[in-house]
């Protein structure tokens, strides 16, 4: 398991030190909600944060989730400004093949992100170019919302889906995530946790990340 701490719900005056600390206690991805107050109702950050970071001295894969539309000159921002890994919503571009391949071409792994209402058959035609599938498990746009109990099932169909295909795609589940909710995703086949308040709220980072790992045993 793969642990992603969320920026969206860091302290932005410090935020290079405080990806260091999520980092040294233990987190593995840096995660970015990346909104444009178009596709979603929220407006966030852009490559320049994830290129700040970069020159900070982040080693860490940076993990982009791109909520915007349309998306293709974003995907190229944030490949240049360091990026590792970028997905997008199916409905963020009219050509989803080409917007892979753009991801794969500027050399970042790529995921497809489906909203809770955005059924499976989406993948059927992509699912085998795709690194990882990132499935909200709240209704993007905004941090600290509750858990879709719900999503469960839809985390076990998708691994059904893809152990069919005999494929390797991860799949990754970002909102509501936290000790209680974690071992539920865990155990119906997600693999990278994007949690946000959970980590970031917490007086003790190192704890907290400790906690979501404990959790899933």
Same mark, same amino acid.
């Given at each position: 398991?793969?642990?992603?701490?969320?920026?969206?719900?860091?302290?932005?005056?410090?935020?290079?030190?405080?990806?260091?600390?999520?980092?040294?206690?233990?987190?593995?991805?840096?995660?970015?909600?990346?909104?444009?107050?178009?596709?979603?109702?929220?407006?966030?950050?852009?490559?320049?944060?994830?290129?700040?970071?970069?020159?900070?001295?982040?080693?860490?894969?940076?993990?982009?989730?791109?909520?915007?539309?349309?998306?293709?000159?974003? =995907? @190229?921002?944030?490949?240049?400004?360091? %990026?590792?890994? &970028?997905?997008?919503?199916? *409905? $963020?571009?009219?050509?989803?093949?080409?917007?892979?391949?753009?991801?794969?071409?500027?050399?970042?792994?790529?995921?497809?992100?489906?909203?809770?209402?955005?059924?499976?058959?989406?993948?059927?035609?992509?699912?085998?170019?795709?690194?990882?599938?990132?499935?909200?498990?709240?209704?993007?746009?905004?941090?600290?919302?509750?858990?879709?109990?719900?999503?469960?099932?839809?985390?076990?169909?998708?691994?059904?889906?893809?152990?069919?295909?005999?494929?390797?795609?991860? =799949? @990754?589940?970002?909102?509501?995530?936290? %000790?209680?909710? &974690?071992?539920?995703?865990? *155990? $119906?086949?997600?693999?990278?946790?994007?949690?946000?308040?959970?980590?970031?709220?917490?007086?003790?980072?190192?704890?907290?990340?400790?906690?979501?790992?404990?959790?899933?045993?």
């Amino acid at each position: 398991m793969q642990i992603a701490p969320s920026i969206l719900s860091a302290d932005f005056a410090r935020l290079g030190a405080e990806v260091d600390a999520v980092l040294d206690a233990g987190a593995d991805i840096v995660h970015f909600d990346v909104m444009d107050n178009h596709y979603v109702p929220n407006l966030t950050f852009g490559p320049m944060i994830c290129s700040a970071l970069r020159d900070y001295g982040v080693q860490a894969d940076i993990d982009v989730h791109l909520m915007v539309e349309p998306v293709d000159a974003m =995907i @190229e921002a944030f490949a240049k400004a360091g %990026a590792s890994m &970028i997905s997008f919503h199916p *409905d $963020a571009t009219p050509h989803m093949h080409r917007s892979i391949s753009l991801v794969k071409d500027l050399g970042c792994k790529v995921g497809i992100a489906l909203n809770p209402g955005t059924p499976l058959h989406e993948l059927e035609e992509v699912i085998q170019y795709l690194d990882y599938v990132l499935l909200m498990t709240v209704n993007p746009g905004f941090g600290g919302q509750q858990f879709i109990p719900q999503s469960t099932d839809k985390i076990k169909r998708l691994k059904q889906m893809i152990e069919t295909r005999k494929l390797s795609t991860l =799949i @990754e589940v970002d909102g509501g995530i936290n %000790a209680e909710t &974690i071992k539920q995703t865990y *155990d $119906a086949g997600a693999d990278i946790f994007v949690a946000g308040s959970a980590i970031f709220n917490a007086k003790d980072y190192k704890h907290s990340i400790d906690s979501l790992r404990q959790a899933v045993k």
